[in-house]
Each structure stands twice: as structure tokens, then as C-alpha cells.
């Protein structure tokens, strides 16, 4: 394994990105790999908020650092091809890349298999570049919106997509731009998402385009390990396409990620197989003022602070740890927020929620069957917090179970 180069500054940065373009007339496959021997540093303090104008800033002016450009627009994005030298070979196969062309595949084969859409179903596709999804969508017989900010790929789509039976809908414009009449099953984002220069805007305009039982889709995209909340991505393929083309390359971390879903009012589920880094999803449904613990893909730092999960899919509920903390949507108009517990203990277990400034403590009694318990709520927080004692199933039932829990929550629902 290559050790990889860590570069501070743009004179150096140059310097490698020209010796990843040399090698980029060699095959793809070597460019990659030049582009995977680095990454840029910075040195660069960061506000604390992360969803502050103060970071958002911030992390804008790393991007004007990098990329030589005196602002950012949306132009920025602009991808140059030779339409008539690719359009019957567009990427990945272009690339030639055994490897490229599969890593492809298999990410939009798993995207397809993972929203698991009723047949009919209308989809609007964020950013679809070379129409790849679009096409795949399309020839299953959805109806599809597709909306990028580059003509030149539209001329594309609808160069790859015109014989078929469903014609795509193809919009030139921002998708902070986008409106529609028609509300859609599905919002898909492919390697996309991740350009949008306010993702916060972008997920709140989400709810006025997808139908109450609808889903967005975001697939590969950089929601990994990241050493800040948001931003800009440092490594090689990255800083590359920031300073050669001026293109946005933002990544997000996890738990920041998830739980800004969990606050904007969506419900989000992660899908992933080791077969290919790019087969990831996340899929999130609008919330509607009702969690089921055991079926959302927490933030990870959230998480920890529950028990580990069933390993029965079928056993729908949750167990608390010591203090369990959930994120749930920041604006609900509610008076109530009511709890579906069970006790599996061999005792009762008395239990404090805090929802903001008001705390309520509770007593289960030792029983499987489930009870419902209403909590009032006074300035809510955005989260909920279960504080209680633990126990040991392997201690009581000798069953190998060696997990600390607490009680079990079916789920959570908002009353007004």
C-alpha cells in the first residue's frame, strides 16, 4: 500500500495535480491512483455551529482558497465534453476501466434494488450527469424528472433516453431552483448531493416535492469519516476537480448527516454492502411525527448511547442503555410526546425523559407487553433524552445475552 503524500500548500498542490494528469494519458485507472497518493492539509480554524453562516463561510472560503475562483456559482459546475465523440460511449465506459465500470454498475444496480419502488412510481433525479440512473429508471417504465444545471448533459439524457416508450422530463436548472406542481415518489441523488452549495435549503425544499409516503434516495455519496461536521473534501480526486474545474466537493460526517435529516423531519435508513464502497444508501421518509427506534439508522454518536441493536428484524423495538438520546424534528407543533415501552426486566424500572425543559419520571412495571406513556412538552428541544437503570439478560435468563439494557421502545409519536 501506497503511503500517501500529504500536501500544504497550492504551489505543491499544482505540482501533483500535474503529474495525476500525465498519468491520466495513460488510462483512468492511472489517474486514479495518482489521485489516491494524496491529500491536501490545512491548518484552518472552524466556527463551532455547523449549521452557522459563520461555518458555512468559512468552508466557502477554503473552497475560494483552493480553487483559485473570486466566488462561487453554479457555473462553477460546468463540465465541458465532446458530445458527438462520446455520446454513444459516455462514462464509465468511456474509461475502459474494468474496475470504474463495475464499481458503476453495481452502485446502481444496489441504488434500484435498495428504493424497491412500485412500478408507475414518479421520480425526479438531482444532478444526473451522464444519465446513467436516468436511463435505468426510465427504461423500467417510471416517469422521470431529470434536473442538472449543465445543458450539455440534458442534451445527452435526451439523446440516450429518446426512443423509449416514457420520454424523461429534462429541466435546465439549480436544484435549489426546483419547484414542481407534481409531487413525486422518489427524489434520487446520485454521487450528486454532495454539490449542492446549501444542503440545509435543498432538504427543507424536499418536503413540498415528495408525497407524504415518498423517499429521497442518496446514493455514493462522501457521508463517511470526515474530520469536521460539513465541507470541503481534501483528498486527491477532490482537491483535483476543486482546482482544475472549480466544481463544489463537499462531504459530510455521519452523525452530523443523519441527524440533520433527523431535524429537518426525515426518517433515515443506511443500506450498504462490502462489495463495493459505492454501494451505499441512504434512504429517508418523511417523518410525520412518529419513530420507530428500530427501524431508523441513528447518528452514530447517538447510537452508542443505546443498546446494541436485535438481531431479529422481526423484534420492532429498541432497548434503552443509561441515558439514550434520540434527535427528532426540530419544528413539531405538539403538546405531547407519548412513548410505546416495554419492560422485559425481572423488576420494575423507573426511568426520567427530558424533553427540553420539561422531565417527567415514569415507573414500568416488569412486563413484555407494551404500555404507552405521554409526556408533555414545554420548549421543545429537538430531542429526547431516557435516563435509567440497567440489567443483564445473561444474569437473569442465562441465555448468553451479555448486553446492559433498559427498557424497550416500540416508538415514539408526537400528540397533539
Known amino acids: 500500500m501506497e503511503k500517501v503524500k500529504y500536501i ?3 504551489k505543491d498542490l499544482d505540482i501533483e ?26 491548518d484552518y480554524p472552524l466556527p463551532k455551529d455547523p449549521y ?5 463561510e468559512a468552508q466557502m472560503q477554503l473552497y475560494l482558497n483552493i480553487s483559485g475562483r473570486n466566488k462561487y456559482t453554479i457555473a462553477n459546475e460546468h463540465s465541458p465534453f ?83 416508450p ?6 435546465y436548472q439549480d436544484m435549489l431552483d426546483f419547484t414542481s406542481n407534481v409531487k413525486y415518489d422518489a427524489a434520487v441523488f446520485f454521487e450528486c448531493f454532495h454539490h449542492c452549495a446549501n444542503h440545509l435549503q435543498l432538504l427543507r425544499n424536499l418536503h413540498n416535492i415528495i408525497t407524504d409516503e415518498g423517499l429521497i434516495a442518496f446514493a455514493a455519496e462522501p457521508i463517511s469519516d ?33 441527524r440533520t435529516l433527523l431535524m429537518l423531519g426525515w426518517t433515515p435508513k443506511r443500506y450498504r454492502s462490502d462489495i463495493s464502497p459505492l454501494a451505499n444508501v441512504i434512504i429517508a421518509s418523511k417523518s410525520q411525527m412518529y419513530y420507530e ?37 426540530q419544528n413539531i407543533d405538539a403538546k405531547f410526546i407519548e412513548f ?22 415514569i415507573r414500568v412495571k416488569k412486563s413484555s407487553e407494551k404500555g404507552l406513556y405521554k409526556i408533555s412538552i414545554q420548549k421543545w428541544s429537538g430531542k429526547f433524552t431516557i435516563s435509567s437503570k440497567v440489567w443483564k439478560p445473561a444474569q437473569v435468563f442465562h441465555n448468553g445475552d451479555n448486553r446492559e439494557l433498559g427498557l424497550g421502545i416500540h416508538y415514539v409519536r408526537f400528540v397533539s
Open 82 to 164: 465532446d458530445f458527438e465523440a462520446i455520446k454513444n460511449n459516455p462514462f464509465p465506459y468511456f474509461t475502459k476501466s474494468s474496475n470504474t465500470v463495475g464499481e458503476q454498475l453495481i452502485a446502481q444496480g444496489f441504488l434500484i434494488k435498495t428504493m424497491n419502488l412500485a412500478a408507475d412510481s414518479k421520480v425526479v433525479e438531482f444532478g444526473p450527469g451522464w444519465g446513467n440512473t436516468t436511463l435505468h429508471l426510465a427504461q423500467m417504465g417510471y416517469k422521470v424528472t431529470a434536473v442538472d444545471c449543465e445543458e450539455s448533459f440534458l442534451n445527452l439524457i435526451r439523446y440516450r433516453t429518446q426512443n423509449l
Open 226 to 258: 470526515f474530520p469536521y461536521p460539513w465541507g470541503l473534501r481534501l483528498d486527491g480526486m477532490s482537491v483535483w476537480s476543486i482546482r482544475k474545474f472549480g466544481w463544489l466537493e463537499l462531504g459530510f460526517e455521519p452523525s452530523y448527516f443523519l
Open 8 to 10: 500544504n500548500n497550492l
Open 52 to 56: 452557522s453562516q459563520e461555518y458555512y
Open 340 to 361: 410505546c415501552i416495554s419492560n422485559y426486566a425481572p423488576f420494575d424500572i423507573d426511568a426520567n425523559i427530558n424533553t427540553g425543559d420539561s422531565a417527567q419520571s
Open 293 to 329: 427506534p428500530s427501524e431508523i439508522t441513528l447518528p452514530p454518536d447517538e447510537c452508542r448511547t443505546w443498546a446494541t441493536k436485535e438481531t431479529d428484524p422481526n423484534l420492532k423495538l429498541r432497548f434503552t442503555h443509561t441515558k439514550s438520546v434520540m434527535t427528532c424534528a
Open 17 to 42: 495535480i500535474a503529474k495525476a494528469d500525465n498519468k491520466a494519458k495513460i488510462s483512468d485507472d492511472q489517474l486514479r491512483q495518482a489521485l489516491s497518493e494524496f491529500c491536501y492539509v490545512v
Open 166 to 171: 416514457n420520454q424523461v422530463e429534462t429541466l
